[in-house]
């Protein structure tokens, strides 16, 4: 990630955790630090004057802790650590935003299928309902979602219709009757 002339605020203040030497020192037009400077993985900044031989951390002392070259032009996510907090904060909000958007029509969505369903149950129950009732009066039950049964109409008439003729035959059942 390339530095920008907003992140210089950041950079005038990072300086070693133990001489508090800075990275860039004030008032020169080239921004190069004085001697080299190394990010350990303990989240400390070490000038080469202060890394140690033992290999631990000069501030915190932790054993044999990763360490990276410090420079202003790094790869994420080291070089994320070091952005102004204002960049950084705009990038949150973005980030925010996108998935508050993503969870709402989410939401939005699943509340209108809920929504229908709720609907279709109530009609199918009140249709439940009316045929419970249907049978226990003897009626034969008919429901209104599909129609009155075909058989009612063949049994009533005696004859059923070929799916693959016109002629009409007389049912087995009804011969005898």
């Known amino acids: 990630m390339q530095a920008s002339s907003t992140d210089n605020s950041i950079w005038e203040y990072v300086h070693c955790s133990v001489c508090m030497m800075l990275f860039l020192p004030p008032n020169r037009p080239d ?29 915190c002392g932790a054993k044999n802790p990763s360490i990276v070259p410090l420079q202003r032009n790094m790869s994420p996510p080291v070089s994320e650590w070091f952005r102004s907090l204002a960049d950084t904060h705009e990038s949150l909000i973005m980030a925010s935003r996108i998935q508050y958007n993503t969870f709402t029509a989410l939401i939005r969505h699943y509340q209108q299928r809920y929504d229908t369903a709720k609907v279709m149950i109530k009609q199918l129950q009140a249709e439940l309902m009316l ?20 058989q009612k109409r063949v049994y009533e008439s005696g004859y059923a219709s070929s799916a693959g003729s016109a002629t009409k035959r007389k049912r087995d059942d009804m011969e005898g009757a």
């Open 31 to 59: 921004p190069v630090p004085d001697v080299p400077f190394w990010l350990t993985e303990c989240g400390h900044v070490i000038c080469n004057n202060h890394l140690m031989p033992d290999q631990s951390c000069a501030s």
């Open 131 to 150: 045929l419970r009732g249907q049978v226990a009066q003897g009626y034969p039950a008919i429901s209104p979602r599909l129609g009155p049964p075909e």
